[in-house]
């Protein structure tokens, strides 16, 4: 029996993306961060900001995300380019 070396941990991110309306909650879809380098601000709002533009700004009325701070503060980005929209963190996480 041998033992092998990671040269690399093994790291995977996934950001997963779930949509509730009035007929229930519908995940959406996964998008795997795994390759990527940095978690900033920006990054998360890139994010956010494409999911409105895919599910179509005038049915996106709230943004719920957990409580990490590069993601707070993509949320207040988001609220500055879109003002009708409420950004919150869930109160779970």
């Known amino acids: 029996?041998?033992?092998q070396k990671l040269e690399k941990p093994l790291h995977n991110s996934f950001k997963n993306i779930?949509?509730?309306?009035t007929r229930g909650?519908?995940?959406?879809?996964?998008?795997?961060?795994s390759n990527v380098t940095s978690s900033t601000a920006e990054y998360y709002f890139g994010l956010m900001d494409k999911m409105v533009?895919?599910?179509?700004?005038e049915f996106v009325v709230q943004v719920v995300t957990d409580n990490e701070s590069a993601i707070k503060g993509s949320g207040?980005?988001?609220?500055?380019?879109?003002?009708?929209?409420?950004?919150?963190?869930?109160?779970?996480?």
């Open 1 to 3: 029996m041998s033992r």
């Open 18 to 21: 779930i949509v509730k309306n």
């Open 25 to 33: 909650t519908v995940f959406k879809k996964s998008i795997d961060a």
């Open 53 to 57: 533009n895919e599910i179509d700004e």
């Open 76 to 93: 207040h980005m988001l609220m500055q380019k879109r003002r009708h929209l409420y950004w919150s963190a869930c109160f779970a996480h």
